[in-house]
């Protein structure tokens, strides 16, 4: 599977971006995907996580409420939705793709990565 991160930039604090990693190579309708993050110097981090039919999401505290993540099988493609952005939510971006189980919010869980897109908020 190949993971295509976009939708990133540069937006002002209480902004909104939405994400998109595509895939190609093989249908996603199997996988859980993921989203991380990580900031300069900072481990990367889980943002959200989605099961591979789509009925049971995760999130991070620090997202919980503000970021909803979806997924279009039709399309091969997942999205996160970022609502009231925070300077703190400055990252690179990551999808990744992981077979069905658990744990949904561990980096080492998922097979696939995309190569990441750049969100900058400002203050």
């Known amino acids: 599977v190949q993971l295509q991160a976009s939708g990133g930039g540069l937006v002002q604090a209480g902004g909104s971006l939405r994400l998109s990693c595509k895939a190609s190579?093989?249908?996603?309708?199997?996988?859980?995907m993921g989203w991380f993050r990580q900031a300069p110097g900072k481990e990367r981090e889980f943002v959200a996580a989605?099961?591979?039919?789509?009925?049971?999401?995760y999130y991070a505290d620090s997202v919980e409420g503000r970021f909803t993540i979806s997924r279009d099988n039709t399309k091969n493609t997942v999205y996160l939705q970022m609502d009231s952005l925070k300077p703190e939510d400055t990252a690179v971006y990551y999808c990744?793709?992981?077979?069905?189980?658990?744990?949904?919010?561990?980096?080492?869980?998922?097979?696939?990565w995309g190569q990441g897109t750049q969100v900058t908020v400002s203050s």
């Open positions: 990744g793709a992981k077979l069905p189980g658990y744990p949904y919010n561990k980096y080492s869980t998922y097979n696939y």
């Open positions: 989605i099961d591979w039919t789509g009925d049971t999401t």
């Open positions: 190579g093989r249908t996603i309708s199997g996988y859980g």
